[in-house]
């Protein structure tokens, strides 16, 4: 994925998790399980083939319609967001983001302890 592929709007990310979750489906499906007020049929087909565009998002032809499905994972777009955040405000460093991260969130002792097991997990590797 590239920068620009990164930088998806909060209607494309909408329709990105719904289709991890029904891993295929048509834009009826998509705005089946969206929230109130639903968006018209128009607006779903927009963001999905803005999607295809982008390369998140295939399709296979189903008669007169087409089934949508995810071409990059919600492991793989994840990896990427927090690559990009890491790099775009911790200057890459994972420690300083940890840091503002248990500033700001008020991480708990058992959250802390998590987090100290995974780096061990890590370094025993």
Request: glycine share 6%; charged share 30%.
């Amino acid at each position: 994925m590239t920068a620009r592929q990164l930088e998806l709007t909060r209607g494309e990310e909408e329709v990105m998790r719904i289709l991890w979750s029904i891993e295929s489906g048509f834009v009826n499906d998509i705005i089946a399980r969206m929230e109130e007020p639903k968006p018209k049929y128009t607006t779903v087909a927009t963001f999905i083939k803005i999607l295809e565009n982008k390369g998140f998002v295939g399709h296979e032809a189903v008669g007169k319609s087409h089934r949508y499905f995810p071409l990059v994972t919600k492991d793989e777009y994840a990896g990427s967001v927090m690559k990009s955040m890491l790099s775009s405000y911790f200057d890459g460093s994972l420690s300083q983001m940890v840091s503002f991260f248990s500033q700001k969130e008020n991480i708990s002792v058992k959250e802390m302890d998590e987090i100290l097991e995974i780096v061990e997990k890590i370094k025993n590797r």
